[in-house]
């Protein structure tokens, strides 16, 4: 069984050494911070930052803006198009990385006893499925003009905040159940990516992209309840035992 | 086990391999292991790193031992990078660098118990003060930027308080300058134990200059920043007293005699089975480098090694807390400024220094900001005031002790 958790000899703690621990806070607590003041101070200094702060980059302007013409752009034309194509990027850029996600968690599953009681053709099934989201926001960005192959700032911010799942995906020491945590804070923010996303080609009247749309979003609700599920057995094993 | 420099000659260079899976190993528990096993993993690393930086120096200066170098600094590139990758990834690097500091504090403050020459301690126990500050800043940072204990790194091993006010730290380069140990008297350990530090400080410096960018809060890279500059000042230090008159042969030979020196050390003490493997197989390297060295010595120099370097190698260093010599020197020096090589009251503090720092700290210290009101407690400080929240679990429920 793959056990996440066991009983060890963590040091990180104080009641390790009650000697020492003692002696640590009676001089902390007599010895007074050299500056005065709190946190705040740190908060004052971000603030400055911020004023003064760039953008973290811009979204590239579609070529049809350029002067080849679209029926879907000249939807978009009007609205503000800058916005969509971002939210557009960053999908792609989050799919894609979806892919490299279940491939990590594939193999992490593929490694434990018995799989970990994870059928492995369901997510062999999710990431492909995250493949033809991919390739379908792909053509969408292609059909209005705008180049998929751009990484936009919404889509540079995600793959921030993807680093630390990739880190617990690829750890070797990590359990399958801290995998399928990782993956379901990817697939929580995968799926409100999608409503979202819908909600933007509703506003903008692409009626036949949201509806594309909605056939990813149904297979993404999919992996969230069944992701879901997985880490919610494997935790309640791992604590009650059953 | 008594380990002598002549008479043990170690793995032979040729015999020297790695593959690419035995330079990346599993790392050591973040959680688990000893504190003191990352100690020695850090250190270690840092040794490495000065290997290559000296081999590459030497190489610069000197064609007709470019190849014996070449040969042996490939091998001191593997070893560093098998050492370094002990580190696991789930430390964030201001938790790394909670280490980083804490191999500064204990070891420099083992040196400096154990050197015999009394103005180079005093020179180690001025720098050991101000990398003690650092702790105590970082610890902030990784509080209020992170929501971490730095305890949960430390172990308990070392204090985290205000040391040396970084603040003050900022002297102008005459006062980072200190005599020198003369190569013709120093005890041998006196040499290694100047090289051990400098190449400690030299990787903490390299550290904080790579990554501190890879923070995306400015807050955090202008502490960084400002820690680099003293850590900058603490490399000129620690090389100012190693004696510049040494030939490049003999600094070869020391570095050499000094990578033997260290992992004898982790041998000793090292409570990791998996990971004293590494070290007994690293010390049976650098026997084999010295012997390289050695013999380059008494071929080009005419001389002897024996001149340089004891049989039987020194007491090793100790890994150990060192709380209560450093609470004593926080206590006698906290107040210690450097005026030229020597140490003063810092009511007589020279002026460059005074306006070398003026000018740097005018728009705030980053060090002073980070820490500001910032008393450590154990769960640190959001803990410390946590009545209200530790009642509210309670509540209702019978404690039985
Ligand atoms: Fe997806
Ligand atoms: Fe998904
Ligand atoms: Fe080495
Ligand atoms: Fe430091
Ligand atoms: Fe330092
Ligand atoms: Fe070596």
Known sequence: MDKTTVLGKNRSGIDISPIDIKEMMALAKVTPASSSGDEQAIAQMRQEYIAGADVLGSVPLPSTLKGMASTAMEKLMGKSPEGFIDKLGCRLAFERTGVRLYDALITKCSAAPMGAHIPLDRLHEFRNEEFQHFKLVENVIRSIGADPTAQTPSADVDGVISLGLIQVLTDPRTSVAHCLEAMLTAELADNDGWRMLIMLAEKMGMEDMARDFQQALREEDEHLVSIRQWFKEMVIKDTVGT | ?401
Request: hydrophobic fraction near 35%; charged fraction near 25%; aromatic fraction near 10%.
């Open chain 2, 1 to 401: 086990m008594a380990l002598n420099l002549f008479e043990d000659k170690g793995c032979p260079l040729d015999r020297q391999r790695f593959t690419w899976k035995e330079l990346v190993q599993p790392p050591i528990s973040k959680l688990d292991d000893d504190a003191f096993t990352r100690v020695r993993v850090i250190l270690m690393n840092g040794m490495e790193m000065e290997a290559i930086r000296f081999s590459h120096g030497c190489a610069r200066m000197n064609r007709k031992w470019q190849l014996p170098l070449a040969q042996l600094r490939i091998v001191e590139q593997h070893q560093a990078t098998m050492i370094n990758g002990l580190l696991g990834a789930d430390h964030s690097i201001l938790e790394t660098t909670i280490a980083y500091e804490q191999v500064a504090i204990e070891v420099t403050a083992a040196v400096a118990q154990n050197e015999p020459d009394e103005y180079l301690a005093q020179v180690y126990r001025f720098g050991m003060l101000e990398d003690f500050d650092h702790l105590y800043r970082y610890s902030a940072m990784l509080d209020r930027l992170e929501g971490k204990d730095a305890n949960n790194i430390l172990q308990c091993y070392t204090d985290i308080v205000p040391g040396r006010p970084t603040i003050v730290e900022h002297r102008a380069p005459q006062d980072n300058l200190r005599e020198h140990y003369d190569r013709l008297r120093a005890a041998p350990i006196t040499k290694l134990h100047a090289l051990t530090i400098m190449s400690s400080e030299q990787q903490t410096q390299n550290f904080y200059l790579n990554v501190a960018p890879l923070y995306a809060d400015p807050v955090v890279r202008q502490l960084y920043t400002e820690i680099a500059s003293i850590e900058e000042q603490h490399v000129t230090q620690y090389e100012s007293i190693i004696d510049p008159k040494e030939t490049w042969l003999e600094k070869w030979l020391l570095h050499e005699a000094n990578e033997v020196y260290n992992y004898y050390s982790c041998v000793q003490q090292e409570t990791n089975p998996r990971i004293k493997a590494i070290w007994e197989r690293c010390l049976d390297y650098e026997l084999g480098h010295l012997q390289v060295a050695m013999n380059m010595f008494k071929q080009y120099e005419r001389r002897d090694p024996a001149e340089i370097l004891p049989g039987d190698l020194p007491e090793p260093i100790k890994f150990e807390s060192q709380r209560e010599f450093v609470r004593r020197i926080l206590n006698q020096e906290v107040d210690l400024r450097a005026l030229g090589t020597q140490f003063v009251n810092k009511s007589q503090e020279g002026v460059e220094s005074q306006q070398y720092r003026q000018h740097l700290n005018a728009s705030g210290s980053p060090t002073d900001m980070v820490a500001a009101g910032y008393e450590w407690f154990a769960g640190t400080e959001l803990a410390r005031d946590g009545e209200i929240t530790r009642e509210k679990y309670t509540r209702g429920h019978k404690i039985t002790h």
